[in-house]
């Protein structure tokens, strides 16, 4: 996970992630709620334990990377309404 100063934050890497995926709306990191608002590109790229990833209904993300599941295994993601932003390749 990547902190900024705004609060927010982002899922950057998954390389310990496997079977099913919860991503929450925000995380409390040192006292501080960040909300949980992208995907970084790259962040699931060639993981084969993923199996599912889902967000609550008031996700925050707004956005996923590019290549973000990359030669991944991934089988189904519940895009959450939030969603402003697919960038190109985010689901090759």
């Given at each position: 996970m990547?902190y900024?100063?705004?609060?927010?934050a982002?899922?950057i890497?998954?390389t310990?992630?496997?079977?099913?995926?919860?991503?929450p709306?925000?995380?409390?990191?040192?006292s501080?709620?960040?909300l949980i608002i992208?995907?970084?590109?790259?962040?699931?790229?060639?993981n084969?334990?993923?199996?599912s990833?889902?967000f609550?209904e008031?996700?925050?993300?707004k956005?996923?990377g590019?290549?973000?599941?990359?030669?991944?295994?991934v089988q189904?993601?519940?895009?959450?309404?939030s969603?402003?932003?697919?960038?190109?390749g985010?689901?090759?």
């Open positions: 990547e900024h100063k705004d609060f927010t982002q899922v890497s998954s310990n992630a496997k079977g099913y995926l919860f991503i709306r925000s995380i409390t990191y040192q501080k709620e960040y992208k995907i970084a590109d790259n962040a699931f790229r060639q084969r334990k993923v199996e990833i889902e609550p008031d996700s925050a993300i956005s996923i590019k290549n973000a599941f990359t030669k991944s295994l189904r993601i519940h895009i959450p309404p969603i402003e932003e697919l960038e190109e985010w689901c090759k």
